[in-house]
């Protein structure tokens, strides 16, 4: 990884599925299902790193996640 790179200040602090939109945004950014997100904050909690790295993905998403 590019040791240059700065944390994005815009990007999520937390992994919200309390609401279903957010569920859907988490599992769309990820490209996972949205129970996986779900088991992966019952596992390491909200913060988007731990959630990432606990479903094998990358924080930030180098090319955006899943949103298009």
Known sequence: MN???????HAPRSV???E?????YWARYFEVPVE???DAVATVGE???AVAAH??????AQDGGGIV
């Open 36 to 38: 996986a997100v779900e």
């Open 20 to 24: 279903p939109w957010t569920r859907a």
């Open 47 to 49: 913060d988007p790193g």
């Open 3 to 9: 040791e240059n790179l700065k944390p994005d200040p």
């Open 16 to 18: 919200n599925v309390t």
């Open 55 to 60: 479903l094998g993905k990358s924080w930030p």
